[in-house]
C-alpha cells in the first residue's frame, strides 16, 4: 500500500486531495498536516511513501521543509502540490529536490499519475514544466533571475520579500545574523537591486508573495 501525506494549511484543500486519492486502490492516505513543522514531527512517526507538499505554510514555509527533508529523508518522495503555476518556482522546485510539481488546479487523473510517477522513482514534468526545462536547456527562453538562486537563497528571499527582519529570519532558519545579510548582500547583487523594498517589489510583482 502506498503511503501518501498531505501537507496544506487550508483544511478544505486537504479534504479535496484526500477525496481525489480515497477510491484508488492501492493508495491511503498516511496523514494529513496544516503546517510545515506538523508534517516534519508526524513524519518522525508515521511511515509515508510520497509527500504531497504546499509551499505557502505558516511558519516553515514548503522550501524549509523540502530543503530539511533532502537532509534528513532523502528517500522521501516529494511531490510540490501549489497554486503557483509552473513559471514561478517550478524549476527552482525542481533543481532544489523537489521530485514534481503540479498545481492545484489539476484533476484526478493527474494527481495520480503525479503520485504513481514519483512512487517509482521517477520525476514527474508536467507539459508546462517539460516546456520551461526544454526551453532553459537549448536558451530558448531566459529564465526569470529569482529562478536562477539557490534553495537557500530563495528561502532568505522569499522571507526578506515578506518583509521579515534579518534577525527573525536568522532565528527561522538557524542561521546567524552575519549570515543572512551575507545572503541578502547576494540577493541584492544578483538579482540587481538596492533595498529590500525593492525585493519586495520584485516577489509581488512576479507573484511571488502576496500584495
Do not use: W
Request: include cysteine.
Amino acid at each position: 500500500m502506498l503511503q501518501v501525506a498531505i501537507v496544506d494549511d487550508h483544511e478544505i484543500v486537504r479534504a479535496g486531495f484526500r477525496e481525489m486519492l480515497a477510491d484508488e486502490v492501492g493508495i491511503s492516505v498516511a496523514f494529513e498536516a496544516g503546517s510545515g513543522e506538523e508534517a516534519l514531527d508526524l513524519l518522525q512517526q508515521v511511515d509515508c511513501d510520497v509527500l504531497l507538499l504546499d509551499l505557502a505554510l505558516p511558519g516553515q514555509s514548503g522550501v524549509d521543509v523540502l530543503r530539511t527533508l533532502r537532509q534528513h529523508r532523502p528517500e522521501l518522495r516529494v511531490l510540490v502540490l501549489t497554486g503557483y503555476p509552473e513559471e514561478r518556482y517550478a524549476l527552482a522546485m525542481i533543481r532544489n529536490g523537489a521530485d514534481g510539481y503540479l498545481c492545484k488546479e489539476c484533476d484526478r487523473r493527474q494527481l495520480l499519475q503525479a503520485v504513481n510517477v514519483v512512487a517509482h522513482g521517477r520525476r514527474y514534468l508536467s507539459p508546462r514544466l517539460a516546456e520551461l526545462l526544454a526551453d532553459e536547456v537549448t536558451g530558448g527562453a531566459p529564465a526569470a533571475p529569482h529562478q536562477q538562486l539557490s534553495e537557500r537563497e530563495l528561502q532568505v528571499f522569499l522571507r526578506l520579500a515578506s518583509g521579515q527582519p534579518v534577525s527573525e529570519i536568522g532565528r527561522a532558519l538557524n542561521l546567524s545574523v552575519k549570515t543572512v545579510s551575507t545572503y541578502r548582500s547576494r540577493l541584492l547583487d544578483k538579482l540587481g537591486m538596492a533595498s529590500n523594498a525593492e525585493l519586495a517589489a520584485y516577489a509581488v510583482r512576479n507573484g511571488l508573495v502576496a500584495d
